[in-house]
């Protein structure tokens, strides 16, 4: 259940008490293990497992169901999101124009792993199966720029600008 990342869980008292008070009020609402969660992350950005046991305790419920609903919906992300989220699309007009190889060339670059965000907190990594610009493939995109006809050489450039 380790976050894969360098970066520690940096929870404020403030976020700890924000979500405590949502759970006591609406811990009797039925299924409320999810809106929980995505509360949960939209107060931390992400779900570390101290904030999967905060959830688990103020609903009385075991962490390890917790823990399965954190990881069976693709939504929730058990690893921290950088400043800067870059996403390259796998989906098959991209794989096979070589988004593959970008993936793994941003991986060498960012040392980092899919899923994974710098130490520093910069940047995320992700994969994703297809962002609706095929006719641009391979594509990636960074928050909400789009960067197509990629062929690798570009990429510090990019990385340069954020």
């Not at 869980?9 to 293990?33: D, I, S, V, Y």
């Not at 009385?60 to 954190?70: H, N």
């Not at 670059?109 to 199966?129: H, Q």
């Not at 928050?143 to 340069?160: F, Q, S, W």
């Amino acid at each position: 259940m380790a976050n894969g990342t360098s970066a520690p869980f940096r929870g404020t008292p403030e976020q700890e008490q924000k979500l405590r008070n949502w759970l006591a009020e609406h811990k009797t609402m039925p299924g409320a293990a999810m809106p929980a969660l995505q509360y949960a992350q939209e107060i931390y950005g992400y779900l570390p497992i101290e904030v999967q046991r905060i959830v688990a305790e103020e609903l009385d419920m075991p962490l390890e169901e917790i823990y399965g609903v954190s990881t069976f919906y693709a939504q929730f992300s058990l690893n921290p999101k950088g400043q800067y989220k870059i996403s390259v699309c796998l989906g098959t007009a991209c794989y096979v124009k070589g988004s593959g190889k970008i993936y793994e060339k941003l991986q060498e670059k960012l040392g980092i792993t899919g899923g994974e965000c710098t130490p520093d907190g910069k940047f995320s990594l992700d994969a994703c199966r297809c962002v609706g610009a095929c006719g641009l493939a391979p594509v990636m995109t960074i928050n909400d720029d789009v960067y197509g006809r990629l062929t690798g050489d570009e990429l510090d450039e990019i990385l340069a600008k954020y």
